[in-house]
């Protein structure tokens, strides 16, 4: 899967998990980067959970740590 589909996917899919409301996706192509947008109604902005250093706390996570990849994977993030 191509990480533009994978960021994509991951967002979209925390969004109508967690923000219990609507979800639009808008994607813009330009010729050196894609940039897309994914907004809920939710009044609660998402918060990131860090990735830890204990391999076991890892392992147990469950939640939270897609939104720490995303900002490692893309260039920016957020605005």
């Known amino acids: 899967m191509d990480v533009i589909e994978l ?8 969004a109508l998990v967690h923000a219990d409301s609507d979800v639009e996706v808008w994607l813009r192509e330009y010729p050196d980067r894609i940039h897309f947008e994914v907004r809920d109604t939710d009044a609660t902005p998402p918060i990131p959970t860090g990735v830890v250093q204990s391999d076991w706390d890892n392992a147990e996570a469950e939640h939270g740590r897609w939104l ?4 490692i994977l893309s260039s920016a993030w957020g605005k």
Do not use: A, H, K, L
């Open 68 to 71: 720490t990849i995303v900002d």
């Open 7 to 14: 960021m994509i996917s991951e967002i979209v899919t925390n």
